[in-house]
């Protein structure tokens, strides 16, 4: 079965500064997809961004990129300018056939004023 | 923007009561599902739906777990008899289809606690 490791449990970023989340998979399939989803205190899932494994170009949303590294089975999100309201709960997630997501374990976000 | 909407956001049940949770999908979307989160723990799959059967389900959604479409809105998730180990945040979300790729959108959570 296909794995999810977010080896950083906890991860703290001063305000505007910016901070890049780890996260690896494991897989024997060659077209897949790939998350980040943000959970607030209020334990909402959020999608941050997506990423699709055919495509080598790494997918930006405003101040969140990813850095997809496909052979190294490694995808880190790159969070720039953090701003408060960026201090949560991020998954990693992998998305197998079905659309049936596997997340990991979560890294929380502190930032700092 | 539109959103998958869930009930209640917390409920409190005792040990062996039977419990519904309601969720409405986005209105276009066609693949709905649940997933749970117990506390400090991953999120887990629980079931994906289309087409008013089940597409997949978990090792953990056992006999006492079934879903439901009972009209064309809601999707609901029924645990019939709970235990204390059914605690968690309980997700729905949902897909504009069952193609391998679609974004999947989810509620706010239902918080149940089991006592």
């Known amino acids: 079965a296909q794995t999810v490791t977010q080896s950083q449990p906890e991860m703290s970023v001063q305000e505007a500064e910016t901070v890049t989340l780890s996260c690896t998979y494991d897989?024997?399939?060659?077209?897949?997809?790939l998350f980040w989803y943000k959970q607030p205190p209020s334990r909402q899932m959020i999608l941050v961004i997506r990423?699709?494994?055919?495509?080598?170009q790494n997918a930006t949303e405003n101040r969140f990129s990813v850095n997809f590294q496909k052979a190294a089975k490694s995808f880190s999100l790159k969070i720039s300018d953090s701003q408060l309201g960026d201090a949560a709960m991020y998954f990693c997630?992998?998305?197998?056939?079905?659309?049936?997501?596997?997340f990991g374990a979560g890294t929380i976000l502190r930032v700092k004023s | 923007e539109p959103e998958v909407t869930q009930t209640p956001s917390h409920q409190v049940t005792q040990m062996g009561q039977e419990v519904i949770l309601r969720c409405v999908p986005i209105?276009?979307?066609?693949?709905f599902y649940w997933y749970r989160q117990i506390l400090g723990q991953k999120v887990e799959f629980l079931v994906s739906f289309y087409n008013n059967e089940i597409s997949e389900k978990s090792e953990i959604f056992d006999d006492q777990f079934s879903v439901e479409r009972p009209d064309g809105s809601n999707f609901t998730l029924k645990i019939r008899s709970t235990k204390l180990e059914d605690s968690a945040m309980y997700f729905c979300?949902?897909?504009?289809?069952?193609?391998?790729?679609?974004?999947?959108?989810f509620g706010e959570g239902s918080w149940l606690t089991v006592v």
């Open positions: 997630a992998y998305m197998e056939y079905g659309n049936k997501l596997v």
């Open positions: 990423q699709e494994a055919y495509k080598q």
């Open positions: 897989t024997s399939e060659s077209d897949y997809y």
């Open positions: 209105s276009n979307h066609l693949y």
């Open positions: 979300a949902s897909s504009v289809g069952r193609v391998t790729g679609n974004t999947i959108y």
